[in-house]
């Protein structure tokens, strides 16, 4: 959650929620994965957890000759893949993303717009909060 705040009239609020952690996507599991992509290792994923998947292409198809999920959770084991891959896992109206970190563009191909955001000269007041998420164990 991200909550700014300035003079009257100029207010940006985000808020996100995250995925449903009692959903299966958290429990550990162990697997292993020869000789395929990283495209087909991150479906798997989303389609056992009854996701979506949205991934860069470039990502998609890098080769993997082996690979181990050892006793980590699926959520667990994305976000370790993104780290390595420098990419970002996260999961938007049931749909498993996984894009390049930084990407000039979505992964449909479609250009990212940047937004602005300019204040007057003159500003009264400012206010902000940010929350960070714990670590959950996951």
């Known amino acids: 959650e991200i909550q700014l705040a300035g003079n009257p009239g ?7 929620e995250s995925v449903n952690m009692r959903s299966a996507i958290r429990l550990t599991r162990s697997q292993a994965w020869d000789d395929t ?8 994923i989303a389609g056992r957890n009854g996701l979506g998947l949205a991934i ?4 998609a198809g ?4 082996h ?3 050892m006793r980590r959770s699926d959520l667990h084991f994305v976000s370790q893949l993104a780290v ?7 999961v938007v109206n049931d749909i498993l993303v996984f894009s390049r970190r930084g990407a000039e563009a979505s ?13 007057g000269d003159h ?7 940010f929350q960070v998420r714990g670590d959950n164990g996951v």
Not at 37 to 44: A, H, K, N, P, S
Not at 84 to 90: P, T
Not at 123 to 129: D, F
């Open 67 to 69: 690979l181990d999920q």
């Open 84 to 90: 390595e891959y420098r990419a970002v896992a996260k």
């Open 10 to 16: 100029r207010t940006l609020r985000v808020h996100g």
């Open 62 to 65: 890098i080769p993997i000759e």
């Open 123 to 129: 500003i009264l007041s400012w206010n902000s909060m």
């Open 37 to 44: 992509d990283l495209g087909t290792i991150v479906g798997e």
């Open 56 to 59: 860069d292409g470039e990502l």
């Open 107 to 119: 992964v449909t191909g479609g250009e990212i717009a940047n937004v602005g955001i300019t204040m």
